[in-house]
């Protein structure tokens, strides 16, 4: 599925990735300044590794050596960040259906009803972005990445901000789409209660390096 190789150097950080995905939902744990949004920046192509190489699903995306280097719109990859960004002039209907105009039919993996279904979002489609809780702009924004039909989707701290009870809330969704939709997700958080709530593999980043989780997690 996804196999990197590949580090990224900054002037005082270095990026070492090893490892190949096998599960549909790889989690990575590491402390701030670790890493984690820096490695999924070069999944996604908006960094470029300085050496190595990025294949995901057989495709190379990014190759040093060999010149390779898919632009971001080309790779299927979807990130959502940690404050959800959403166009404040459009409502959540407006919002969902501009990811998924971008988007071919035929290439169309999710459709609006399934995703508005999927993540609740039927009271909410008139609101504009103002209007919504964090919780519930965080799962609009949840829906538009999805309607953009990736084929990877990277999620990089999308609980940060949101209190106690709207996590609560927001994980329940977020274990349905790894239940009931076929997509690979990479999750990375400083905390890693919430991937064993979501039964993750989990890797720990330590100091921008990717490594097996050196415990065990009880669930
Ligand atoms: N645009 C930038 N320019 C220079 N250094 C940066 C930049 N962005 C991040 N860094 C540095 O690169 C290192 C890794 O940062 P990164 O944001 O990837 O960590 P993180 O694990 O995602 O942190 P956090 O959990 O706080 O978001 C840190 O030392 C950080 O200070």
Known sequence: MLCCDFQYLRADFKLNIQFEMQDQLLGIVGASGSGKSTFLKNLVGLLHPTQGSIQFNQQVLFDQQ?????????????LIFQNAL??????VQQNLMYAEKQVNHADRKFHFNEIVDLLE???????????????????????????????????????????H??????????KRLKEEIDLPMIYVTHHVDEL????AEILMLEQ???MPATYQFSS
């Open 86 to 91: 959403l166009f404040p002039h459009m409502n």
């Open 196 to 199: 064993v709530f979501l039964h």
């Open 66 to 78: 060999k010149n390779i280097h898919v632009p971001m719109h080309q790779r299927k990859i979807a």
């Open 165 to 174: 009870q709207l996590k609560q809330q927001i994980l329940p969704f977020l």
């Open 121 to 163: 979002l039927k009271p909410l489609i008139h609101r504009k972005a103002h209007q919504l809780s964090g919780g519930e702009a965080q799962r609009v924004s949840i829906g538009r990445a999805l309607l953009s039909s990736p084929h990877l989707l990277l999620l990089d701290e999308p609980l940060t901000g949101l209190d």
């Open 208 to 210: 921008g390096k990717l």
